[in-house]
């Protein structure tokens, strides 16, 4: 089971607070949107793993389902996979520093390329057609680390639908910086995955004030049905 989050009460709370909006886009273009899978690896996934996520192996059923959802809509998938090769040290010594000699160690070897940890959940569906990506930062957006918003652009995308683990870190990083370049950002709350429920809501509920939109894997289903229905 996902997160036991009730977006919608977090919507009804944040809707008086903005003269009664509760999300900012009703409508969605497949053609211009693109669902980002954030972080589902093994050294997030697998029991006993680096940086576990017990929830992450809670919501993959709802991330394919997204998935397939916007595949079918004419929409595209891009997986995103943290990557810390070495040599990257030096690069993001804060980072380091706050992990510790020890701790730095072991997330790098992990989410180095080729690792077993740094490899995409086998349960995670990825068909041809789909993009895979590695970031070398939380957010996928930050210059230089990801290619992410280059292929997003050439590939005409305005509205970025976000899944993934964790929620409060590398999906919130993104989600914040794909609004601020412009994108419509919307959260997958049941396909997002923390630590704890606590830590999950408190993030939806910042997020949902002023950078992204709040909605079910149902909810998007039936978004991405409704305009390739009409379109066709």
Not at 36 to 61: C, H, K, Y
Not at 86 to 107: F, N, Q, T, Y
Not at 171 to 196: F, G, H, K, P
Request: proline share 5%; hydrophobic share 45%; charged share 20%.
């Amino acid at each position: 089971m996902p997160h036991a989050v009730d977006h919608t009460a977090i919507l009804d709370r944040l809707a008086t607070m903005r003269g009664g909006a509760r999300n900012a886009f009703d409508t969605l273009d497949p053609h211009r949107t693109a669902h980002l899978i954030v972080d589902m690896q093994n050294g997030f996934m697998e029991p006993g793993a680096p940086v576990e996520v017990p929830m992450a192996r809670e919501i993959v059923g709802e991330v394919n389902r997204l998935s397939a959802a916007v595949s079918t809509a004419g929409g595209r998938n891009y997986f995103l996979r943290y990557t810390t090769p070495h040599g990257e040290i030096p690069a993001w010594p804060i980072m380091w520093s706050r992990l510790g000699p020890d701790g730095a160690k072991v997330h790098q070897d992990a989410f180095t390329p080729g690792a077993h940890h740094w490899q995409i959940w086998p349960e995670i569906e990825v068909e041809d057609g789909d993009v895979v990506l590695d970031k070398h930062r939380f957010s996928a957006f930050t210059p230089g680390t990801c290619a992410l918003h280059d292929q997003l652009q050439a590939d005409g995308i305005d509205t970025v639908i976000i899944s993934g683990t964790l929620t409060n870190c590398c999906c919130e990083s993104t989600a914040r910086d794909a609004m601020q370049l412009n994108y419509r950002v919307i959260m997958a709350a049941d396909a997002n995955a923390a630590l704890s429920d606590e830590e999950h809501a408190a993030t939806l509920h910042i997020l949902g004030l002023v950078f992204a939109d709040l909605r079910s894997v149902d909810e998007l289903e039936a978004m991405l049905a409704v305009e390739k229905a009409e379109a066709a």
